[in-house]
């Protein structure tokens, strides 16, 4: 477990729709900040209690005991990757925009003052609610930078967005734009997925991804950079143009 972060340590902020997204999407890039001392909240839109939790309702589990285990999930896997996790309850399949709860997330945005933010990517034909939380993600943080919204904090700066890798990249128009290693931090991550049983399927499906995602980084880092064998990696992309004084 990283050591608590001091108010002036850097910030991230992950948004995602379900309770489990921020695991399998950005679990070791959670791990690599909160490692680092830095801190990082994650806003849970929904717990995921109707599509993403089969097997509890197979169980016969009531609604309200869904997202009590869904919940305790995602606090625990929170824990584990070093972050904090807040639930904003929304309701999924289908997860609704509205105005509140963009508000709700503009004051996310202004108390936390993250410098840098990952959400999902705009694209999903298999599932409306991870567009939905990105829109809302992106609409909250240009709300969130002008000085006349009606919201409490300091207006934001211009953190760059990274979209996480969906479930099935080859049909959300997802590319890989950056190869982030985590390969010292893939035990942490292994160890929050197994806090959620409620999709223990994916377990061994995001191992296997981070191996590929890995083998990929290799081979666009170069050969004689000494990683490991096994190396683990996550895939993003950026919304906005990155800013620099050098092309590397």
Request: glycine share 6%; net charge negative.
């Given at each position: 477990m990283a050591d608590t972060a001091s108010p002036s340590a850097p910030s991230t902020l992950v948004i995602t729709a379900h309770a489990g997204d921020f695991v399998w999407r950005a679990g070791g890039a959670i791990a690599l900040a909160a490692s680092r001392g830095e801190q990082v909240t994650i806003a849970c839109l929904t717990y995921g209690e109707r599509g993403e939790s089969a097997r509890a309702w197979r169980e016969g589990k009531s609604l309200d005991e869904i997202k009590a285990i869904r919940r305790d999930e995602a606090e625990r896997a929170a824990a584990t990757l070093g972050a904090e996790v807040r639930f904003f309850d929304a309701g999924?399949?289908?997860?609704?925009?509205?105005?509140?709860?963009?508000?709700?997330?503009?004051?996310?945005?202004?108390?936390?003052?993250?410098?840098?933010?990952?959400?999902?990517?705009?694209?999903?034909?298999?599932?409306?609610?991870?567009?939905?939380?990105?829109?809302?993600?992106?609409?909250?943080?240009?709300?969130?930078?002008?000085?006349?919204?009606?919201?409490?904090?300091?207006?934001?700066?211009?953190?760059?967005?990274?979209?996480?890798?969906?479930?099935?990249?080859?049909?959300?128009?997802?590319?890989?734009?950056?190869?982030?290693?985590?390969?010292?931090?893939?035990?942490t991550k292994r160890a929050a997925m197994e806090c959620l049983s409620a999709q223990q399927h994916l377990w061994e499906y995001y191992t296997d991804l981070g191996k590929r995602r890995g083998?990929?980084?290799?081979?666009?880092?170069?050969?004689?950079?000494?990683?490991?064998?096994t190396t683990y990696g996550e895939a993003y992309m950026r919304p906005y143009p990155q800013v620099t004084e050098r092309l590397a």
């Open positions: 999924d399949y289908p997860l609704r925009e509205t105005p509140e709860l963009v508000d709700q997330l503009v004051g996310v945005y202004r108390e936390t003052q993250p410098d840098v933010v990952l959400t999902h990517p705009p694209h999903d034909p298999y599932n409306a609610d991870h567009p939905a939380a990105c829109r809302m993600a992106l609409e909250a943080r240009i709300l969130a930078q002008a000085i006349g919204y009606p919201a409490e904090g300091d207006p934001l700066g211009a953190p760059p967005v990274f979209y996480f890798e969906p479930h099935q990249p080859e049909v959300c128009d997802f590319t890989p734009e950056v190869l982030l290693d985590i390969t010292d931090v893939f035990a083998v990929q980084l290799k081979r666009n880092a170069g050969p004689n950079l000494g990683f490991p064998t």
